[in-house]
């Protein structure tokens, strides 16, 4: 994957008004197709993947394909 790119508009993932405790995921959409992951305690360390990938996982946990991990 390509190096991550410096001018990045991250989104945090996170409830609205979040106070604490974190660490939150955050989200950036990058030139072409790529989107990269990282967390708020570790933000140097960036998670690359391609919006198709991204895609298909969102499309999973909005039909409930993770919901094991949570029980």
């Not at 409830?15 to 790529?34: C, N």
């Not at 960036?46 to 895609?55: A, H, M, S």
């Amino acid at each position: 994957m390509p190096d991550t790119p410096a001018d990045l508009d991250w989104v945090r993932a996170a409830p609205a008004g979040p106070d604490g405790p974190g660490p939150w995921i955050e989200l950036a959409f990058g030139p072409g197709d790529t989107v990269h992951l990282r967390t708020t305690d570790s933000p140097d360390r960036v998670v690359t993947t391609t919006r198709r990938k991204w895609d298909a996982f969102v499309l999973g946990v909005q039909a409930g394909e993770f919901d094991h991990f949570a029980e």
